[in-house]
């Protein structure tokens, strides 16, 4: 047997003795090794690449999906230990729009690599939007929350406008109108 052969079959007889799970993911029941990484299974078995991985550790939110409806890293996440229903980017892609238009009104990107866990958690706080608007200090509010998405990029000012004008139009429940001080896009980034 060659070495490419023998590499070949390793990991298929490791994931054999692995207990399996059911996930319901974006809607449809799927199965995974108890203790494969959630990031890699959306990833690389089921091709839901919006979701991605940087740091790998649980420490840059990249990798954020809604597990039951709360923001989640899945890179530090093994599949059996997911309690509730995944959704990621792919299925919330509609369901944010405005916040995607938003970002791209305010330049809340550069490079774009932490953009889809931003907007995943976000749309965690877009729909609770009438609960955060009420309080005093809605921005602080937001960059709290997100505290643990981290952008090398923009400088979280365009990102925090962003996020607040929407909770805001939501909470008001309107489609468009003011938001809550956009941030000039070359302020933002400085
Ligand atoms: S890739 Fe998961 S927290 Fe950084
Ligand atoms: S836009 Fe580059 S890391 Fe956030």
């Not at 505290?147 to 489609?175: D, F, K, M």
């Amino acid at each position: 047997m060659s070495a490419l052969r023998r590499r070949t079959d390793a990991p298929a007889t490791a994931a054999a003795a692995t207990p399996l799970v059911t996930l319901v993911v974006n809607g449809r029941s799927v199965e995974a090794p108890a203790s494969r990484p959630l990031a890699r299974v959306l990833r690389d078995d089921l091709d839901l690449t919006a979701t991605k991985v940087a740091c790998g550790r649980g420490e840059c939110g990249a990798c954020t999906v809604l597990v039951d409806g709360r923001p989640t890293m899945s890179c530090v996440t093994a599949a059996g230990l997911v309690r509730g229903p995944v959704e990621t980017l792919e299925a919330l892609a509609d369901e944010a729009t405005d916040l995607r238009e938003e970002f791209a009104d305010a330049g809340a990107f550069q490079c774009g690599f932490c953009t889809p866990g931003q907007l995943v958690h976000a749309t965690a706080l877009a729909r609770r939007a009438d609960e955060l608007v009420g309080g005093d200090d809605l921005p602080g509010a937001v960059r709290a929350r997100m505290s643990g998405n981290i952008c090398r990029c923009t400088g979280y000012q365009a990102i925090t406008a962003s996020v607040c004008a929407v909770l805001e139009r939501r909470a008001a429940g309107a489609t468009s109108g003011p938001s809550c001080g956009h941030a000039d896009p070359e302020e933002a980034a400085s």
